[in-house]
């Protein structure tokens, strides 16, 4: 793909412009902090991990990792200067752990060594005796303990028993939805180099850059603005990296300040998969009241998600999960009940959804048993529980926001058109009556995602903005680029502020020592929040710029008529000169060409204690329907086709939301299809995670992808004054994926007598669709 040209001047929002780090990406001359030249004296770290799940250390033994050559330092908890913790909420994950031990593959030890070869086998030589206990691994357990990393959560809103009292229909169920492991391809990996008098610059593989130096700063009992934290790009995150980077950033730096040398820690795949967390694993029970179109009246939930041993960010991740219960419908009177499980495994993070995922996964649950149970068409059971498209009785929300965007039906229906659900769906049937062994299933789900951080001070940025004196523009701001885009929209916004042609602007890395209290590159807001930041510190300059102008001209011009396009600053035809020489001119009069910008998302709040008020700015919707073929012998089955229909509003750049939506689609058919972890869970190895590489976990590959895979952005301009009116699009993609776990379990119904019930578990391997069609084969509907 040819390099954007000037006739893109002026162009730029709205259009299908590269990646900005694409060809260095594809060349591989893009630099992670693993390809950047190592100072002069530069450690490797590595850290021991605990070879047992729960207990007590009571002997450890070092001296022989001590001894190893190429050993020089080796800590463990009591050698961290400051604060041991590295959780971001709650002070109960320690970085380096004490006596006590939580799961299997925590950290009880770090070294720094001359070689990262010589690290690696250091670690092995260390001899650690336990005091084991017997582990709490699932949900059951933890529930059956009340074992908890946060207090039980119970709401209600609307009249529920009286709802339950005068239904026609009742229905209850169960579901099981697993957890997901990140696997991006860059494993966690921090740097940290000691500068003059007591500071640190660390370089770390990171999505809240800010979170990281606060950890860092509490770890060496320093102040913030001792220690800087950089990233100019990831090799994916995922979520992964929000929090779960803290333990590696801290551990790099304590060696570097103990050693007063340069540390680097990088993890392998099968370490970082052992000891970093993972997406909430889920189990749900529900009772649902309803009419005879598959209305619903009233539902009864209890969830409850597997933690790990520490909080981490499992507060919000439930809260969120809360917040998504009723995905595009509306839900008149609702009672759940939150459980945040504590087991003894790794502590569960921020995964893209970030907890709405689990959420949709039981509404949508529940209406697909409905419809069967009432012998109607799905998509039509979905649709008749839609919220309303104007404002009016079916339109707030379970948490107490009033849905004023709603384009769910439309988006729905124009899907189900173009995709042809209807002909195919009666095609479908014609072809497994007729078929005994292969069975096919069709799925039509929409998605309602809200954007924003729940915890509204997040939604929050700052963008640092440069203009040189000859007319190119250097941008910080506070997201980090993470394979998203993130950063090639930021300069498509700049450049289009400015009118100049994309090659004038240039973003710098992410810095906390440029833009500092940065919000984590999470919840889709990357670039709604730092969009509207630099776009704010471009009309500061530009309205001097403007003033300048009308000075220069002797106030014959109007400094509200002044135009940047095209390279070229114009106010009629009173005045035109290209962009640089305004620029020179004004450095000369001493005019500020750089600013500050910021931006705060307005409207939003949220109770986090009773989880009521309005967490969003606005909504994104989309639409999937997904076509599978199933063999009931085997359980294995092929995606026929997928159609996604997609809302990112007014897009900045097609090409990158298309990339965004099918990359989150095909994740997300990961997680409900084929990614199973598992952990042992007897014998003197209970605990350890087996799921531990590529050969044991398995991703969705090339061969994954559905033969005939459609994808377009739906027509639709946010009615919220979002930057240039585009949507969100990193995580609600995502859920699109529902339709594919939905189309299997409509072909597992079709091989099974009318009206069983389907006992289908995520993900959806080809042993849990043939446990599914051989579940009830003696039962009766």
Not at 183 to 188: A, D, N, P, V
């Amino acid at each position: 793909m040819s390099a954007p040209t000037t006739s893109l001047i002026g162009e730029l929002i709205g259009k299908s412009i590269p990646h900005e780090s694409a060809r260095l990406h594809v060349s591989g001359a893009a630099r992670y902090i693993d390809d950047l030249p190592e100072a002069a004296g530069t450690l490797h770290a590595a850290a021991g991990l605990s070879t047992c799940a729960r207990g007590r250390i009571r002997r450890l033994d070092l001296s022989a990792v001590r001894a190893y050559p190429g050993v020089r330092c080796v800590i463990t908890a009591v050698d961290i200067p400051g604060e041991n913790n590295c959780g971001p909420i709650l002070h109960d994950d320690p970085i380096i752990a004490g006596d006590e031990i939580q799961f299997y593959g925590q950290v009880i030890f770090a070294i720094a060594a001359d070689t990262r070869d010589a690290a690696r086998q250091a670690v092995r030589l260390a001899k650690v005796e336990y005091d084991t206990e017997t582990p709490i691994l699932d949900m059951d357990a933890a529930i059956a303990a009340e074992s908890w990393v946060l207090p039980p959560f119970a709401m209600q809103r609307g009249p529920v028993d009286a709802a339950f009292a005068n239904a026609p229909h009742h229905l209850s169920g169960t579901a099981v939805v697993g957890g997901q492991e990140h696997f991006y391809l860059e494993g966690q990996i921090s740097y940290a180099l000691p500068k003059d008098d007591d500071s640190l610059h660390l370089l770390c593989s990171t999505q809240h850059p800010t979170e990281m130096q606060q950890l860092v700063s509490h770890a060496l009992g320093w102040r913030a603005h001792q220690v800087s934290v950089e990233i100019r790009r990831m090799g994916g995150g995922f979520g992964g990296k929000e929090s779960q980077s803290a333990q590696w950033a801290c551990l790099a730096s304590i060696l570097a300040v103990n050693t007063g040398k340069p540390v680097k820690i990088r993890l392998d795949r099968d370490d970082d998969m052992i000891a970093t967390g993972k997406r909430h694993g889920f189990q749900y029970a529900w009772q649902s009241a309803f009419d005879d179109s598959g209305r619903l009246l009233g539902l009864k939930l209890d969830m409850a998600s597997n933690c790990g041993y520490s909080a981490d960010l499992s507060g919000p991740v439930n809260d969120r999960t809360i917040c998504h219960i009723d995905n595009a419908y509306y839900l008149d009177a609702v009672a759940l009940n939150s459980l945040r499980c504590k087991t003894n495994t790794v502590s569960n993070t921020a995964f893209r959804g970030f907890g709405g995922p689990q959420g949709m996964f039981v509404i949508e649950t529940v209406l697909d048993d409905i419809a069967r149970h009432l012998g109607r068409d799905p998509l039509a059971v979905r649709q008749a529980n839609f919220y309303d498209v104007v404002p009016g009785a079916r339109s707030t929300t379970p948490y107490g926001m009033v849905v004023e965007d709603n384009v769910a039906p439309a988006l729905v229906a124009e899907l189900a058109a173009s995709s042809d659900y209807a002909a195919r769906r009666a095609a479908i049937a014609e072809f497994n009556a007729s078929s005994p062994v292969i069975k096919r299933g069709i799925a039509l789900t929409p998605v309602k995602f809200g954007i924003s951080f729940n915890a509204t001070h997040y939604n929050q940025a700052g963008a640092l903005v440069h203009v040189y004196t000859d007319g190119t523009v250097l941008v910080s701001h506070g997201g980090t680029e993470m394979g998203q885009g993130l950063y090639t929209k930021i300069r498509q916004i700049v450049a289009h502020e400015f009118g100049l042609p994309l090659a004038d602007v240039r973003l710098s890395s992410t810095d906390t020592s440029r833009v500092a209290n940065t919000s984590a590159t999470a919840a889709s807001s990357g670039a709604d929040l730092n969009g509207k930041a630099a776009q704010n510190a471009c009309l500061n300059i530009k309205a001097r710029l403007a003033a300048f102008v009308a000075e220069l001209n002797n106030a014959a011009v109007d400094a509200g008529k002044v135009r940047f396009s095209n390279g070229r600053v114009q106010a009629g035809d009173a005045y035109d000169v290209p962009f640089a020489e305004l620029v020179m001119a004004a450095y000369r009069a001493r005019i500020q060409l750089w600013d500050a910008g910021f931006y705060r998302t307005p409207k939003i709040h949220f109770d986090p204690l009773t989880k009521f008020g309005r967490p969003f700015f606005y909504f994104a919707y989309g639409a999937s329907c997904s076509e599978v073929a199933i063999d009931t012998l085997t359980g294995e089955y092929r995606v026929l086709r997928v159609d996604l229909l997609h809302d990112v509003g007014r897009s900045i750049n097609p090409a990158l939301d298309i990339g965004q939506i099918e990359g989150g689609f095909i994740q997300g058919m990961g997680w409900l299809t084929s990614e199973e972890l598992w952990w042992k869970t007897d014998g003197a190895q209970a605990g350890r995670l087996m799921s531990h590489a590529p050969s044991t976990y398995k991703i969705p590959t090339a061969s994954d992808l559905p033969e005939i895979f459609n994808v377009r952005l739906y027509d639709n301009a946010n009615v919220e004054d979002s930057i240039h009116r585009s949507k969100a699009v990193g995580e609600p993609p995502f859920m699109l994926a529902l339709s594919v776990f939905f189309a299997l379990r409509d072909a597992v119904a079709s091989a099974l007598p009318a009206g069983t019930p389907v006992q289908l578990a995520a993900p959806a391997t080809p042993e849990a669709v043939l446990r599914a069609l051989t579940a009830n084969q003696d039962k009766a509907p």
